[in-house]
């Protein structure tokens, strides 16, 4: 990964972050949604209910974990201003790169969480809703980004939709080559190489 390791109080952090979501989803498979309750995921985690809602609002934000977000600082800023000079798909991956860079990595975690969600169609309901949002907010970013460069209209929201709905693909296409995978990968790195290989097949297909 080309970015630094974090110290030790974010470590910290993940750790405690980390620790939340298998005690959520631990009482949730052992026992049933309905046993999943702040207090006892605290006690399992070894953590306050006070420290716990300073991770989570709620124990449903503890079993479905983290969604990707886009940045709010120069991150974007930089996307948006990149305009039709620059890949449009290259600065896409960066862009969910950086976002990405913040999720859990613990392929545990995501084999539980996909069991818990099997069996809760309203959690599973209200993940999909949760990307539904990501995917808007990548497609504004896409047409803050092309708007004054001749897209108009129709074409720039069918432009800017298409743009966001591959970026989604790449990403889920990282989530199952770094699950399958195993050993110490990273999900960024299964990131950077599915917008490669996606950058590969469209050049290939355009040559």
């Not at 959690?123 to 980004?145: D, G, W, Y």
């Not at 050993?183 to 469209?202: C, M, P, Q, W, Y």
């Amino acid at each position: 990964m080309s970015d630094a390791e974090p110290g030790l109080r974010e470590r910290k952090r993940r750790a405690t972050r980390l620790a939340i979501q298998q005690a959520a989803l631990r009482i949730a498979i052992d026992e049933g949604l309905a046993a999943v309750t702040v207090d006892e995921i605290s006690r399992r985690a070894d953590v306050s209910p006070r420290t716990f809602f300073n991770y989570f609002p709620n124990k449903e934000g503890a079993l479905l974990g983290d969604d990707p977000t886009l940045p709010d600082d120069a991150v974007l800023a930089d996307f948006i201003a990149g305009g039709p000079e620059r890949d449009l798909l290259a600065d896409l991956g960066a862009l969910l790169v950086h976002s990405t860079r913040e999720l859990i990595e613990e392929r545990g975690l995501i084999e539980e969480r996909q069991q818990v969600l099997r069996a809760a169609p309203e959690l599973f309901t209200r993940r999909m809703e949760s990307m539904k949002e990501f995917q808007a907010a990548i497609e504004r970013a896409v047409v803050a980004r092309l708007e004054g460069a001749g897209t108009e209209g129709g074409d720039l929201r069918r432009r800017s939709r298409l743009a966001s709905l591959v970026a989604l693909a790449a990403l889920r296409h990282a989530w199952w080559e770094w699950s399958d995978a195993g050993g110490d990968t990273h999900l960024v790195d299964e990131l950077e190489r599915s917008f490669a290989d996606l950058d590969a097949l469209v050049s290939r297909s355009l040559a």
